[in-house]
């Protein structure tokens, strides 16, 4: 969608699908949880509903949020990571892909693995949060990392959202106990057992706060869903999830 194409005053329009609104209703009125939704890994809400995004400065990017199921009031994945990718040969025994991401994606890869800016990324976020979660975030979290660098990007994201947001970026609320492997080189049914050990209640405390979550790709969810729940025995009030791009 175009900048001509969205309502006047929004630059960028985002979309959602939702079922079972009745033409001229709200679709977010009398939805608290994930329990009303049906129970499925990525929920499509219904282009016919807009939430749109006031992009305050440039860098914000247009996305298309599908709602992320798991143990938390609401979550959203805000675009896929990457849109087609294409094989073109080996180059040594190495295959090469002509790989197109989604804006959001580009920015997030950009970040991660050639030392981009993160400005647009937190930009964007903080237009989807302040539309749709306004007033409802009392602190921003990231999971612990698997790699280890000299600036974590997620982190990174995350204090830049919570400045913005007026919010307390909670850097140390959740820890790892042990090391692990990135998850994606770890088979999805190993996933949970290992996460579980390794990832545990941290010094920053949550109880009676509402927490959001934030991370840069939804694969399985299984991070994310661990990191909630050990929030959630901590005594946080709320948590919502934020994963800025997903896989499929």
């Known amino acids: 969608m175009s900048a001509a194409d969205s309502p006047k005053g929004y630059p960028f329009c985002t979309q959602f699908r939702d079922e079972g609104v009745p033409s ?23 282009t016919r509903h807009q939430l749109q995004h006031t992009v305050g400065a440039m860098g914000a990017v247009e996305t298309h949020p599908e709602r992320i199921v798991g143990p ?18 080996y180059v040594g025994e190495h295959m090469q892909f002509d790989t197109t991401r989604s804006a959001l994606g580009e920015l997030v890869y950009q970040l991660k693995y050639k030392n981009g800016s993160p400005d647009g990324i937190i930009e ?22 698997s790699l280890h660098r000299n600036v974590q990007p997620t982190a990174l994201i995350a204090e830049g959202l919570a400045s913005a947001l007026g919010a307390v970026h909670q850097h140390a609320s959740v820890l790892k106990a042990n090391a692990t492997p990135q998850m994606k080189n770890i088979a999805p049914h190993e996933r949970d057992p290992l996460l ?21 790709l939804w694969e399985t969810g299984s991070t994310l869903r661990r990191v909630a729940e050990v929030l959630g025995n901590m005594g946080a009030k709320e948590i919502r999830v934020l994963a800025l791009t997903r896989t499929r």
């Open 72 to 89: 938390w009031v609401e979550g959203f994945a805000l675009d896929r990571h990457v849109v087609s990718s294409r094989p073109m040969g």
């Open 124 to 145: 964007t976020a903080v237009a989807f949060v302040r539309s749709r979660w306004s007033g409802m975030v009392d602190c921003v979290i990231s999971p612990p990392p």
């Open 196 to 216: 579980s050990a390794a990832i545990q209640p941290g010094s920053d405390p949550v109880d009676g706060k509402r927490v959001l979550i934030v991370d840069d």
């Open 24 to 46: 001229g209703a709200s679709p977010w009125r009398g939805r608290r949880n994930t329990q009303d939704r049906p129970n499925r890994p990525l929920d499509v809400l219904d």
